[in-house]
């Protein structure tokens, strides 16, 4: 079956060869149909026509006076035969015979053929039972439809029949031309039904912008996999804001499903208005959307409205991230001059012969100490957390602060991929305060303790700053606040709470020896989130 229609390539192409195939096919099998049926009725519709007029041209003659007196005198004198000649081509039927009540014949249309036997033994009705009725027959000129009349006498007595016939040849004749003239009806419909397929292919295919249909279901799946790709939650709804699309995000940040027919109602009211909408703030169900809302324009009207959305939170983490990240690079673009200016004056002191000076120059603590890098690579076993320490050592080398790692610290196991891949979250914003902290502090260190005994992971961050107000212990977690006064903090400990929750963990702060000191507990199990 494939092969067949892959020789028929043309079936794989646009829209209007489709249906002007598929139209032509449906009017030709209308057609076929069509004359089958109609050669049919149409040929019962003339038969019972042509047989009704041959009955009433029959009775006509069997009651005209003139026929009866000859008849029943037996026409002695011919005068019957010429007078239903002249009647007979009148009425345009093949033939008209009177017959006596012994079926001879008194007329016919062929002379020599009177005084013989009426042929097609049909008869019976009219001469015995005085019946009027339709016949088919053959008789000597061919198969005919005939109309027979009995012929009664003032007495009321049979005295002969009258036979008004038609040739089925001449029937089928008046059908075939009947039949060809509706035909030709039919294929002047072909051809305005191809017409019309034409322009309604044209027509169809510019309400589908152009596309045909094979291209508009290619479409229709790369919409689909476009939208449930994008990290914002998408609706597309009608101007009375009921819902035509959604991805799959809308449907987790919503609580959308399949028999839902609207927005959030704090979204919906926005959406009915039918305007275009910038980046804005929407509370939605007790959590804050960065929102935008586009128009759908169809020939120049609104049909509707798409609403994009993203969780404040969501950008608000990035924003800050990108806030960090450039704090960090303006920091290394200060520390390569810092590092220039230190290495044109070690240059200087080497060129004028102060070599002395040049070697307590390069003895000073510009370079981070590599013996501390090797004790980490000692005692922390995992390199996702050794590879954080380090970073973080420095970092803080280059702010002026100092790292240094508790010689009972120890990770011997491999911590879990679904643990560690959270782990840059959780200590880099801690470490991160710490350090931010120890700015200001004449010791200006930061000592970290990690330990994988017992059940949980454990670390312990200590800084050398000022340390914390009790009263802002719980509040330093709350999501956007901040001790620092700074544009976009207050969101790093707000994410280490509640990553740490989706472990299964917790954290705690206390008083050091020195500053805070940051206590971070996770279960070496898979995380229950």
Not at 116 to 133: H, S, T
Not at 195 to 224: C, D, H, Q, V, W
């Amino acid at each position: 079956m494939l092969s067949i229609f892959t020789k028929f390539s043309f079936l794989k192409e646009g829209l209007l060869p489709k249906l002007l195939l598929f139209s032509t096919m449906l009017v030709i099998a209308t057609l076929i149909t069509f004359s089958l049926f109609l050669s049919t009725i149409l040929k019962e519709i003339m038969e019972d026509q042509i047989g009704e007029r041959a009955l009433t041209i029959s009775k006509t003659i069997s009651m005209m006076p003139e026929v009866i007196e000859l008849v029943e005198t037996k026409d002695p004198q011919g005068k019957l035969q010429a007078m239903i000649l002249h009647v007979q081509r009148n009425i345009d039927a093949q033939f008209i015979v009177i017959g006596d009540t012994e079926s001879i014949r008194l007329t016919h249309p062929i002379q020599e053929r009177i005084g013989e036997k009426m042929v097609g033994e049909d008869n019976d009705q009219a001469l015995q039972f005085g019946r009027y009725y339709i016949s088919k027959s053959v008789g000597t000129l061919g198969p005919s439809i005939r109309g027979k009349s009995p012929i009664f006498n003032l007495n009321g007595q049979i005295i002969g029949i009258v036979s008004v016939g038609y040739l089925e040849k001449k029937v089928r004749q008046i059908t075939e031309q009947y039949h060809a003239q509706f035909l030709s009806y039919l294929y002047i419909a072909l051809a305005m039904t191809i017409l019309m397929a034409f322009l309604l292919s044209r027509k169809i295919k510019s309400s589908l912008l152009g596309y045909e249909p094979k291209e508009i279901s290619r479409l229709f799946l790369e919409k689909e996999a476009i939208l449930n790709s994008v990290k914002e939650a998408i609706i597309a709804t009608n101007k009375e804001g009921v819902i035509s699309v959604c991805n799959e995000v809308a449907k987790m940040y919503f609580g959308i499903d399949a028999q839902s027919k609207t927005p959030p109602a704090e979204l919906h009211k926005f959406l009915i208005t039918c305007k275009e909408m910038k980046d804005a703030s929407i509370e939605i169900e007790g959590v804050d959307y960065i929102c935008n809302l586009s128009l759908i324009i169809q020939d120049n009207i609104t049909i509707g409205m798409v609403a994009s959305c993203r969780k404040k939170e969501e950008i608000d983490a990035v924003v800050w991230e990108l806030t960090r990240v450039k704090q960090y690079s303006e920091r290394l673009r200060e520390k390569k001059h810092e590092f220039s200016n230190l290495l044109h004056l070690i240059s200087g002191h080497i060129q004028i012969g102060e070599y002395d000076k040049a070697i307590a120059l390069i003895a000073q603590d510009h370079l981070p100490d590599e013996t501390i890098i090797e004790q980490f690579q000692s005692l922390i076993h995992d390199p996702v957390i050794a590879s954080i320490f380090i970073g973080k050592y420095y970092f803080a080398f280059d702010k002026g602060v100092k790292i240094s790692l508790d010689e009972n610290s120890s990770i011997v196991e491999m911590i879990h991929p679904s643990i560690s891949k959270h782990l840059l979250t959780i200590l880099g914003n801690v470490i991160n305060n710490a350090i931010d902290a120890s700015l200001n502090s004449e010791r200006k260190t930061v000592t970290l303790f990690a330990t994988d005994i017992g059940h949980d992971i454990i670390f312990e961050i200590e800084d050398s700053g000022t340390g914390i107000d009790e009263s802002l212990i719980e509040k330093i977690f709350e999501k956007g606040f901040s001790t620092k006064g700074e544009l976009h903090s207050g969101y790093g400990l707000f994410f280490v709470k509640s990553t740490l929750e989706q472990l299964g963990g917790f954290v705690s702060i206390g008083k050091g020896n020195y500053g805070t000191i940051v206590t971070i507990h996770i279960p070496k199990g898979l995380p229950h989130a």
